[in-house]
């Protein structure tokens, strides 16, 4: 089982859609959880991190369940310009810091 | 403010060569991050530096090997290349009191034929 796992995808959706991502992991070491955005053919960029309590972005939300092990990202009123992949990340503290990509949920949204 | 950079951009070997890719961290960053994403999927993380050694290796073979200068730039070196080494090789710097906030360089693709 990969240590990182992310909705296969792709996800097609019209403008104005909600669309959620979901990730789950395995290592229960896990300590910090993050989102990053990755654009065709670019460098991963950070989206945002994901805390305990949930937090929200403006029309990003993200959720953390520690005991279920699994986090979510929900973009309301989806643009054009979300159109990415979407990349779930986590950091375990074993014997050193150790930060695992998901493989990525490809969003394209349609006009 | 500069940031993460890469060089060279695109990099075309024969199996069996060696290469070497730069990478100069963010302005204040000290910690060098590399990853390997083939394509279709997640980067995959090689090691990382700080300090002028090598402080955490993932699961690659010792082909790969990397150094990092008093400068905190820091190079990636693939020896006896294999097809399978075709992928964008990305950096990511950091600074070790927020090593997981990391930014990534537009990367290098390596194309082995």
């Known amino acids: 089982r990969k240590e990182v796992e992310q909705d296969p995808g792709p996800f097609n959706v019209p403008e104005g859609a909600t669309v959620a991502f979901n990730c789950t992991y395995s290592?229960?070491?896990?300590?910090?959880f993050f989102w990053y955005r990755q654009d065709c053919r670019k460098e991963p960029k950070l989206l945002m991190s994901?805390?305990?309590s949930g937090n929200e972005d403006g029309r990003f939300t993200a959720q953390l369940n520690r005991a279920s092990q699994y986090i979510s990202l929900l973009i309301r009123d989806s643009k054009l310009s979300d159109s990415a992949t979407y990349l779930c990340?986590?950091?375990?503290?074993?014997?050193?810091?150790?930060?695992?990509f998901g493989p990525g949920t490809s969003l394209s949204v349609i006009p | 403010d500069a940031g993460v950079t890469q060089s060279p951009t695109h990099l075309i070997k024969t199996r069996g060569q060696q290469v070497t890719l730069r990478c100069s961290p963010k302005?204040?960053?000290?910690?060098v991050s590399w990853y390997q994403q083939a394509l279709g999927q997640g980067p995959q993380f090689i090691f990382q530096?700080?300090?002028?050694?090598?402080?955490q290796r993932g699961n690659f073979p010792d082909r790969f090997s990397g150094h990092q200068f008093p400068n905190y730039s820091s190079e990636l070196n693939v020896n006896a290349l294999l097809l399978g080494d075709s992928a964008l090789y990305l950096c990511?710097?950091?600074?070790?009191?927020?090593?997981?906030?990391?930014?990534f360089g537009p990367g290098t693709r390596l194309t082995v034929t």
């Open positions: 530096y700080y300090e002028e050694e090598e402080r």
């Open positions: 302005s204040g960053h000290d910690t």
């Open positions: 990511a710097s950091s600074r070790v009191t927020s090593a997981y906030e990391q930014y």
């Open positions: 994901v805390y305990s």
């Open positions: 290592n229960s070491a896990s300590q910090s």
């Open positions: 990340v986590v950091r375990a503290k074993t014997s050193y810091d150790k930060v695992i």
